[in-house]
């Protein structure tokens, strides 16, 4: 159903806003002037907090998805999750999710060695050269050689809610996304569990957890997944704790799989 790694992993799961306040005895004429002075002296502050340029040579997103696939990209974008740290014959390598301001991606098989992984924390940006590949409906890039750069950026969560069942989902794959108002439904017909070890109920702690919930009529399949947020997480105990007909909120990264497949790491009481 996915790819797996029976290797050594590392699991992760786990603005500044500027006011200006000025106050002046002065007239009209001089107030203004300070105010505008304050407005300018500010704008560096905020413009810091956004994610910086595209160097040079590098795509932007919309660059990214019109390139052909098996063909090679440059990008840069910042760390939201990590979801695995291995080591085979050929190397170190590491499994993220990274998003900038325009679109999210997912690198699959990306060469990082251990001490540089430990470096990519939730933020941290970094400039990678790959191929740009398609697994299954999953659009990613593989075998992408890490450059740690020098920047930060974390994405909010889109709410994706209205747009689930719909064509235009698969425009924010990969991104981290919400889902609010959910309802749990039996995770197979004519049980009461919540819940699935394995996407078919075949497997056991530790592995991959399925649930079902449903908004507006319709049903879907979410996933924690394990190489993400492992049986000590918060949201693989959470999951477990879910009774048919609870109410919740999610989060998580819109992986794609044979059609939408997130992978969930946050799950509440809806708000």
Known sequence: MKKKLAIALVFACTMMSVSVYAESAQPVEAAAEAVEAAEDTAAPAEEAAAPAAKSEGVMTYEEYMAAEMDTEVVIE????AKQSWWEDEQGPKATIYAQDEDGAYFLYNAVVTQEDYEKLE??????????????????????????????????????????????????????KVSFKGM??????????????????GSGSEGDD?????????????????????????DVYKAVKELKVGDVIDLEGFLYWYEGANPHITSVKAAQ
């Open 209 to 233: 957890l399925y649930f079902n919930v449903s908004v507006n009529g319709a049903v879907y399949t979410f996933t924690v997944e394990s190489y993400l947020c492992d049986s000590s997480s």
């Open 122 to 175: 939730v933020g941290t940006k970094f400039k990678a050269t790959g191929y740009k590949s398609e697994w299954s409906g999953e659009i990613e890039i593989t075998e992408a050689v890490i450059e740690i750069e020098e920047g930060s950026f974390t994405a909010e969560a889109f709410d994706a809610t209205a747009l689930l069942g719909t064509d235009d989902l698969i425009a924010h794959q990969n991104e």
């Open 77 to 80: 974008a910042y760390v939201q």
């Open 183 to 200: 309802t749990v439904e039996p995770a197979q017909e004519g049980s009461d569990a919540a819940y699935l070890y394995s996407y078919d």
